[in-house]
């Protein structure tokens, strides 16, 4: 949750391992053309009226200032979803990005309406599968919580609500009630039993991740891997302090691989066996040991890195402190010589915070939003903060080598 309190800053948005450093010397393909998509100085929305604006401005439940964007993703048909995190000044926090411009830039249109938002809604994160939309609630508007955390899912084909779930609060949280869940990865092996979809999602603040799937309910884990290591951010030489646990989530051929905000590693765990440990236990939590057992460490990075995707064998990743994204083939060791620079710019790359492969697996979409400003309240909204950024996926294959190892064809 984001406020005015510099500690409570958060992105809502043991067995030996083997270790492979990633030195900060890489491949660099600079080739990859950076495509600027959409840009915002600050937000604003589609009002159903222009008193509909005003009121909402004089009663603070709009304000600029408060509006940030933190995930993006997108649909079938080419709709463009953004979110932003509930809070005092924040009227909406799922949106679609409309064909119409505001002075900040592209005016936003509550998801699936207006009618949809009142004080006790806080949907937040997105993952888009199947034509289906997997939107998470964390329960929370601002510090405050309004209601219980929950997973909603709508059909994109109609933008009805398919299913309302309620999330246990001994799987929301950690056994000291600490918990935010922010990152919802939904996974589904077949799309014509989209009712069988596991959804994964990234507990930031209790250091955990939250698991649901119809058939086997939930099942929270929680490890030492996925508590931060390395809190002090430096970005564009305004520095601040987080201590997010886990956020990036991506599935790679029966993989699944996570990466905490405030930490330099990422990890990877068998989706069978985790499934079997999950099934054994129905609704509760597996122990630290036994999740420990199941984790291996993939790499070591050169800096922080936020979320995380994947396309076949290759993962994409951001160098937070570097303003740059990356990509390596898992099917190689995580090494300095096997790691790729598919992007730098130290204006348009500022905190990469939503990270998606969409149009079918051709786009890598980057949503970038600043923070540091964010965090140091020192945004300028007369200057650019939110842009949403693209790059080929044929393109990054044809001049790297992430794919190198993929057995399947485009």
């Given amino acids: 949750v984001y406020n ?25 393909s600079f080739s990859i053309n950076l495509k600027n998509v959409y840009d915002w100085q600050y937000v604003d929305f589609l009002w159903d009226s222009e008193n509909q604006r005003n009121d909402a401005i004089n009663s603070g439940k709009y304000n600029p200032n408060s ?24 009227p909406a926090s799922l949106m679609v990005v409309s064909d119409e411009t505001g002075p900040g830039g592209p005016l936003l249109d509550p998801y699936p309406s207006w009618s949809w938002y009142n004080e006790n ?42 299913k309302r779930i309620d999330i246990p609060p001994h799987i929301a949280n950690n056994k000291n009630g600490t918990g935010l869940l922010v990152t919802p990865l939904a996974y589904v092996r077949d799309c014509k039993y989209i009712s069988d979809a596991t959804v994964f999602m990234a507990d930031v603040e209790g250091y955990g991740l939250a698991i649901y799937n119809e058939n086997i309910g939930f099942c929270r884990i929680e490890s030492n891997y996925m508590k931060p290591t390395d809190a002090n951010f430096t970005i564009e030489n305004q520095s601040f302090y987080l201590e997010d646990g886990i ?77 740059s994204i990356l990509c390596q083939d898992t099917g190689t060791e995580f090494h300095s010589t096997n790691t790729e620079v598919i992007a730098q710019n130290s204006e348009l790359l500022q905190f990469a915070s939503g990270m998606k492969v969409v149009n079918h697996g051709k786009c890598l979409m980057v949503l970038t939003n600043r923070f540091q400003r964010v965090f140091t309240n020192t945004l300028n909204l007369n200057e650019t903060n939110f842009r949403i950024l693209a790059m080929n996926i044929e393109e990054i294959r044809d001049e790297t080598n992430c794919f190198a190892s993929c057995s399947e064809l485009f």
């Fill in 4 to 28: 005015n309190s510099y500690n409570s800053y958060s992105l809502k948005m043991k067995q030996p391992l083997f270790v492979i450093s990633i030195l900060t010397i890489v491949t660099v």
């Fill in 67 to 90: 509006c940030v964007l933190y995930d993006v993703d997108e649909a079938q048909d080419g709709r463009i979803f953004v979110t932003s995190v509930r809070e005092q000044g924040v």
């Fill in 121 to 162: 809604d806080c949907n937040g994160i997105i993952s888009i599968k199947c034509n289906h939309i997997f939107v998470l609630d964390c329960g929370k508007v601002g510090v405050n919580a309004v209601c219980p955390p929950q997973l909603l899912i709508f059909d994109l084909e109609n933008n009805m609500l398919v």
């Fill in 247 to 323: 956020l990036g989530l991506t599935i790679i051929y029966e993989q699944l691989y996570y990466a905490p905000l405030a930490g330099k590693e990422i990890y990877k765990m068998d989706l069978c066996n985790l499934h079997q440990e999950c099934l054994k236990l129905n609704n509760l939590k597996l122990s630290q040991s036994e999740v420990d057992k199941l984790t291996q460490l993939a790499g070591t990075l050169s800096g922080q890195t936020g979320p995380i995707a994947s396309k076949q064998c290759a993962i994409f990743f951001s160098n937070i402190p570097k303003t």
